[in-house]
């Protein structure tokens, strides 16, 4: 009995999992002039969540998610991806920690002389894997997105929502923890948008953790999921579902609404401090 003891005490005191695959603790950017593109920037995101940052042209959401693939240092603070500081990771292990986030751009970034097999081959082709390993995964992950008849076609070929479906079987066929989504309906149609927004709900389904950068605030509505709302550089709210209801963004605007009304309210210097700010904002991050 002793010794049954002593190990359920040693395993007690192992320390726990953390379930928290990005963090952020009072994280600023300054580019030139001293200019903060985001300031005192605070949240984290759960393994599994469903993630929208919403916010107006000039707002940070870009210059977080270049904080997030480590394209850009923080000015200060802390930022924790999958366990990696983003600060202490050294020129050449940046690629490597890239490969566990998958991207998706608004503009698809295809190679435009390459078919979509090709396009998504290449992903793997990166990370060296062997010719046996991308015949077998890349087109079962065609048939995920379902483009399994589009594989020999070129991308100047296909519709814009079958371009952004090869940009995410490009961004899922390695297996990411996190997928990273910059305005991915932003150049579609409705009926492309509900195509791919389902596609993404069905991928975070599966346990990818999916974070959207949008301002397609009723698509927002429509999804009824956690919203980060960024302004000026700040989060100004962070909304969660709570006892299984989602967050209703009308009341997320009512309050930005509210914050606006408070800035009019500011003497003349204030406003233009604040002006400089937002031209500067838009200047470097859009």
């Given at each position: 009995m002793a010794r049954l003891a002593e190990k359920t005490t040693s395993s007690e005191n192992q320390p726990a999992v953390s379930n928290t695959v990005i963090s952020f603790n009072d994280v600023a950017k300054e580019y030139d002039k001293g200019i903060p593109a985001v300031n005192h920037i605070n949240f984290?995101?759960?393994?599994?969540?469903f993630v929208f940052i919403v916010g107006e042209s000039g707002s940070g959401k870009s210059t977080l998610i270049k904080l997030m693939l480590r394209e850009i240092k923080p000015t200060k603070g802390k930022i924790i991806i999958n366990g990696r500081d983003l600060n202490k990771l050294?020129?050449?292990?940046?690629?490597?920690?890239?490969?566990?986030?998958?991207?998706?751009?608004?503009?698809?970034?295809?190679?435009?002389?390459?078919?979509?097999?090709?396009?998504?081959?290449?992903?793997?082709?990166?990370?060296?894997?062997?010719?046996?390993?991308?015949?077998?995964?890349?087109?079962?992950?065609?048939?995920?997105?379902?483009?399994?008849?589009?594989?020999?076609?070129?991308?100047?070929?296909?519709?814009?929502?079958?371009?952004?479906?090869?940009?995410?079987?490009?961004?899922?066929?390695?297996?990411?923890?996190?997928?990273?989504?910059?305005?991915?309906?932003?150049?579609?149609?409705?009926?492309?948008?509900?195509?791919?927004?389902?596609?993404?709900?069905?991928?975070?389904?599966?346990?990818?953790?999916?974070?959207?950068?949008?301002?397609?605030?009723?698509?927002?509505?429509?999804?009824?999921?956690?919203?980060?709302?960024?302004?000026?550089?700040?989060?100004?709210?962070?909304?969660?579902?709570?006892?299984?209801?989602?967050?209703?963004?009308?009341d997320i605007e009512e309050e930005i609404r509210r914050e606006a009304e408070e800035e009019d309210n500011k003497s003349g210097d204030e406003m233009a401090i604040d002006y400089i700010d937002v031209f500067d904002n838009n200047d470097y991050d859009e």
């Open positions: 984290q995101i759960e393994r599994g969540e050294k020129k050449w292990q940046i690629a490597k920690y890239r490969r566990k986030i998958g991207v998706v751009f608004q503009n698809y970034r295809l190679l435009t002389d390459r078919t979509v097999y090709e396009n998504v081959a290449f992903a793997q082709r990166v990370i060296e894997a062997s010719p046996e390993q991308i015949k077998k995964a890349t087109p079962r992950m065609l048939a995920q997105v379902g483009l399994s008849a589009k594989t020999k076609s070129f991308p100047g070929e296909l519709s814009g929502g079958e371009q952004q479906r090869v940009a995410i079987a490009r961004a899922l066929i390695n297996n990411p923890v996190i997928l990273l989504a910059d305005e991915p309906t932003g150049n579609l149609d409705q009926k492309n948008t509900d195509e791919i927004m389902n596609l993404l709900l069905d991928i975070n389904k599966h346990g990818t953790t999916v974070i959207i950068v949008t301002h397609d605030h009723e698509m927002v509505k429509r999804l009824k999921k956690r919203v980060i709302t960024v302004r000026n550089g700040f989060i100004v709210s962070d909304h969660k579902a709570a006892d299984g209801k989602a967050p209703d963004l009308d």
